[in-house]
C-alpha cells in the first residue's frame, strides 16, 4: 500500500519560500522589460509614434513575458539554490535561463508581432533603422535581466545571509587552521557548504611566500611561531591542525604550542590512517596525550594475522583488562570461531563482553569465565571443554609499588599463572601461546619485572622441551590509558586541583597506545616458532615531567601554575630508565621493520624446574623476604633494594605487637 504524502509544515514554509523568490524574480524581469523598451524608443517620437501608444503596446507585452520567463526559470529550477551556498555553476542557471526566455520571447515577438511598435506611416527605407532601435530592446532585456536577478543573489547573500551570520554567531566558533596547502582548502570548502559550527577566520603557515596570500577568502596571518599572539589578535576558539603529513618533531612542537592557548584543538590523522571518500572535516578529532609525544602512532599491516586467527577458538586471560580488552576487539575482527575470556575481575569482563556482544550481535560465540589463572584444576577443565586453539596470556599484577608489598602475591599470580597456563597449553596441544611481557623484565629491579622475566623463562623453557605448541612473548614498554599506567593517576590528580606528582625530574619511559601494543602482540603470533622474545621499535623514550606538563595543559591548565607538579623520589623497585633487550639477547630483524626478535636464550631445565617448585613452597609460607631471595635464583639479573621491605616487614610486626599488647 502507497503512503499518502504528509503536508508537513516545514513543506509549506520551503514552497512558500520558493515561489517567492519565483515572483520577485518575475518582477524583476518585468521591470528590467519595461526599461529596455523604453531605451529603446527614446528615439522613435521623431517618427511621429505617441507616448501613449507605447505604453499600451509595452504593457500588452507583460504577460507574455512573465509567462515566457515562468516557463525558463522552472525549467532550469533556479529558485531551487541555496543561494547562500552558491557556486558558479548556479549563476549560470540564470545565465542559461534568462537568455533562452528572451530568445523565446524575441522569436514570439517576431513571428506574431505582439509587440513590435512601428510609426505609422513609415516607409520601407525606414525599417532598418527603426528594427536597429527595437532590436537591441531583446539584448537589453537579456542583459538587465539577469544582471538584475544576479545582483539580487549577492544582494541576498551579503546582506541578509551576513546578517543572520551574525545571529548565529554565539554558536559558530572563531576558527585558525594550522597549514595553508591541499588539506586546508578542502577543509574551508567544506566547512563554506556546510551548516559547520566552524568559522574560519585566519590560516598559519609557515612558507613565507603564502604570507599575505588568500584562500577561499581566508589569509594566511602568520607563521606556527605566532600561533599564540594570532590566537589573541583574532579571538580564536578552535584550532585545526591541517597538516596530516608532518609528524615527528615539528608536529609535536606545533601541538603543544597550540594546545598551550587553551583554544580547543582539533588534529586530522596522519596521511597513512586518513580515510578515502569521507570528508576530512569528519575524520577531525580532539587533540590527545598520544599527539604531544612527538611520534606518529605505528601501525601493522595484516601479514598472516588472519590466517591464523580466523575460524579458530581464541583464549584470552586477563580479558577485561586494558590490553586483555583491546585484543579481544581486534582479534574479534579476523572471526574467530569464538572468544573465551578469562578474569577474575568480572565487572571489567562483563563490559567488554557486552560491548562485543553489541557490536556483532547477541548470537556472537563468546563465552566469559570468572576465574584465576592460578586455579589449575579449573582451568584444566576450561581446557578439556572449550579446546582453545590459540591463547594471550594477558592476565597478571602489573602495579610495581604495590607488588613491592606482596611479592608472594606477584608470584603466585605471574608466575605460577603462567606456569599454570603454559604446562596445559602444553597437555591440550594449543597451536599458539603468546605472553604480554614488559621492559621491566630486562634487567629487573622491582619484583613485578623480575616475576615478568621469570615468565619469559617458562616460555622459552616450553619452547626448549620441544612442545607442540608454538611459545612466544612480547615485551614492550608503558601503554597510554591502561589501567596501570600513569595517565589515569595524572588526570584524577589535575581534577583535584594538583599537585601531580612525579618520582624524579629526569625519569624517562618507553611509551605506546593500546592499539599499537595488541597489533605488535597479534603480528607477534604469525612470527611465533616457538622461545621467541619480541620486541616493538619504540622510538625515543619520553621524560615523565613533559607528560604532566603537556597533560596539565590539555585540560585547560597551566603547569606550575594552576597546576603544580612535585618530585617524591623514586619509588622501590624504580629505574630512571627502561630497558628493552638484555645484554645475553641479541637483536634479529623480522619481516615487520617496527618488530625485532631477541635470540633465545637457554634453560636448564631441571634445575628451573626445582627451583620453580621450591619457589611454589616458600609462597605457601607466604614469606616476602624468602620470596625475594628465591626471586634472585630464578632471575639471575633481578637485583632489589629490601630496605622497603624491611620497612614493611617491621611496620607489620609493629602493628602486629601493638594490637597483642592491647
Known sequence: MKRPKLKTKSFTIRTLREWSILAID??????????????????????????????????LGIPIIIAVFAISFLAFRV??????YARGRDYLRIVGSCVVAT??????????????IIPKGTTDSDLPMIKQIIYPAYFMLGVFSTSAIILLRILYEFVYARQKDKLEVGHKKRTMIIGAGYTASVILEEISRQDSIYKPICLIDDDPDKLGRIINEI?????????????????????????????????????????????QVKVLPFM???????NITKQMRDINIADLLGRQQITFEDMGVASYIYDKIVMVTGGGGSIGSELCRQIAKYKPRRIIIVDIYENCAYNIQQELLRTYGADYDLHVEILSVTDYDKMDDLFAEFRPQI????????????????????????????YNLALLADKHNVKKFIMISTDKAVNPTNVMGATKRCCEEIVQMMAQKGSNTEFAAVRFGNVLGSNGSVIPLFKKQIENGGPVTV??????????????????????????HGGEIFVLDMGKQVKIVSLAENLITLMGHKPYVDIDIVFTGLRPGE???????????????????????????????????????KMRAICATNDKHAVVEQLKVLVPTFTHDTAYLEKITNLAEKYRTEELSN
Open 103 to 116: 530568445i523565446l520571447f524575441a522569436i514570439l515577438d517576431q513571428s506574431f508581432d505582439l509587440i513590435n
Open 391 to 418: 591463547i594471550f596470556h594477558a592476565a597478571a599484577h602489573k602495579h610495581v609499588p604495590l607488588m613491592e608489598t606482596v611479592p608472594e602475591e606477584a608470584v603466585k599470580n605471574n608466575v605460577f599463572g603462567t
Open 219 to 263: 589569509e594566511v596571518v602568520g607563521n606556527t611561531k605566532e600561533i599564540a599572539i594570532c590566537v589573541q589578535k583574532y579571538a580564536i576558539d578552535t584550532i585545526i591542525f591541517a597538516i596530516p603529513s608532518l609528524n615527528g618533531e615539528v608536529r609535536q612542537r606545533i601541538l603543544q604550542d597550540c594546545n598551550a592557548t587553551k583554544c
Open 503 to 528: 618520582t624524579h625530574p629526569d625519569i624517562i619511559r618507553y611509551f605506546m597506545t593500546i592499539p599499537e601494543a595488541v597489533s605488535l602482540v597479534l603480528q607477534a603470533g604469525t612470527f611465533a
Open 272 to 278: 597513512s590512517e586518513m580515510i578515502e571518500n569521507v
Open 79 to 84: 529558485f531551487k539554490v541555496v543561494w547562500r
Open 575 to 613: 629505574k630512571l630508565f627502561e630497558e628493552l633487550l638484555m645484554n645475553e639477547e641479541g637483536l634479529q630483524k623480522t619481516a615487520n621493520e617496527k618488530i625485532f626478535v631477541g635470540h633465545q636464550v637457554t634453560i636448564d631445565i631441571d634445575g628451573f624446574t626445582k627451583e620453580l617448585e
Open 26 to 59: 518575475l518582477v524583476t524581469v518585468i521591470v528590467c522589460y519595461l526599461g529596455a523598451v523604453l531605451l529603446s524608443q527614446v528615439y522613435l517620437p521623431q517618427h511621429g509614434v505617441p507616448v501613449k501608444e507605447i505604453l499600451v503596446k509595452t504593457f
